[in-house]
């Protein structure tokens, strides 16, 4: 372990030097690439301090107790090897999770988009429930969430939504909600007492900088029209809403939350850049998957991951079985749980796939 913090020593140095280089500084795509590495090596620079002071407590702990010619001092060094003894294991786990490599894009913003899927006016509403429970997250976490676009759903909810989280590591933790959500209820309409199962889509897009993907402005068709939904007259009377279509792609990026049109292509701009970032890391995804034989991260948008069923007050994450009895919590926000056990999940996955590189 001591020979692997010491590689990842040498390459701390390195980063630490390279940052103040009036060339990389220049430099933007490589000065922030340069500058995230730094931040995980900071990480594990502050675990190597404490692994070195256990490490020599250990030694020096063995070294009391085998002169053994002072009581005193054997009793308080047989607390100390124990202590040792005891941390050393855990903080061994802790150090192994943080060597394995990190997705660079873990530390991205992120873009979401949550689309009813099956079930009418229910389904509309179910989008409009997962909007709140990830705002609410987002939230808790001390994370921006920003609307971008929307189209509202006849009886509330919404047929679809699009906002934007900006915070640290925030595509890295919400990267594990993309995929299909169920929810078993009985509706607001349903006058016979039937619980129905209804279904949104949610998907989640890093996102992209303007170093990351490069678009051809010949390339896109701008076409602009008037905002829906609240703001003001002037909103629905002005022409500030806009749709970017990427024509050799087909992608399509719209905003209207703005009343700037200015600001509403700015960000158009920015959701259609991620989505093209996103084609190339969905590539990467589907061959990381199928390397590893995994669906926790697999970007499958089709796979069915979580079912809420409020009759019997629970929520089930299909990828790795995982029950909770606590849905009520859940739905107000409270997904840190099953979002840590996602991560384990992955991260053992990783260990296994790289056990002989970690």
């Known amino acids: 372990m001591l020979e692997k913090l010491q590689i990842v020593k040498q390459r701390f140095d390195e980063v630490s030097d390279l940052i103040i280089q009036p060339d990389i500084i220049t430099d933007q795509k490589r000065y922030v690439d340069l500058n995230r590495e730094y931040k995980d090596l900071r990480i594990l620079m502050d675990k190597r301090e404490i692994y070195l002071e256990l490490t020599n407590n250990l030694a020096e702990a063995e070294e009391i107790i085998s002169d053994g010619s002072d009581a005193e001092m054997v009793e308080m060094a047989k607390m100390q090897y124990d202590e040792a003894k005891e941390s050393i294991p855990k903080l061994e786990e802790e150090i192994k999770v943080l060597l394995i490599p990190k997705d660079p894009t873990d530390s991205k913003n992120a873009v979401v988009e949550l689309r009813a899927g099956t079930g009418g006016d229910e389904a509309s509403i179910f989008a409009g429930d997962l909007f709140r429970m990830y705002t609410k997250y987002c939230e808790g976490r001390g994370w921006k969430v920003d609307t971008v676009d929307f189209s509202e759903g006849t009886n509330g909810g919404f047929k679809e939504i699009q906002f934007e989280v900006t915070g640290n590591d925030v595509y890295g933790t919400l990267k594990f909600e993309a995929g299909v959500h169920r929810v078993q209820r009985v509706p607001q309409t349903e006058t016979q007492g039937r619980v129905h199962t209804s279904a949104a889509t949610v998907m989640v897009f890093p996102e992209a900088e303007e ?9 896109v068709r701008i076409d602009f029209f008037c905002s829906s939904g609240p703001g003001g007259q002037s909103v629905n009377t002005t022409y500030s809403a806009v749709r970017l279509t990427h024509i050799p792609t087909g992608l399509v990026a719209q905003c209207q939350d703005q009343k700037s049109q200015h600001k509403n292509k700015e960000k158009a ?18 061959e990381d998957a199928a390397l590893r034989g995994t669906m926790v991260t697999s970007g499958d948008r089709s796979a069915k991951i979580r079912t809420y069923n409020y009759s019997q007050g629970r929520v089930t994450d299909h990828r790795i079985g995982l029950t909770l009895y606590d849905l009520s919590n859940i739905v107000n926000g409270d997904i840190q749980k099953i979002i840590d056990e996602l991560q384990l999940a992955d991260n053992t996955e990783k260990l296994k796939a790289g056990s002989d590189q970690i």
Do not use: G
């Open 269 to 286: 701009f920015k959701v259609l850049r991620s989505r093209l970032y996103d084609l190339e890391l969905a590539k990467k995804l589907e």
């Open 211 to 219: 170093f990351d993907v490069e678009i051809n402005p010949k390339e």
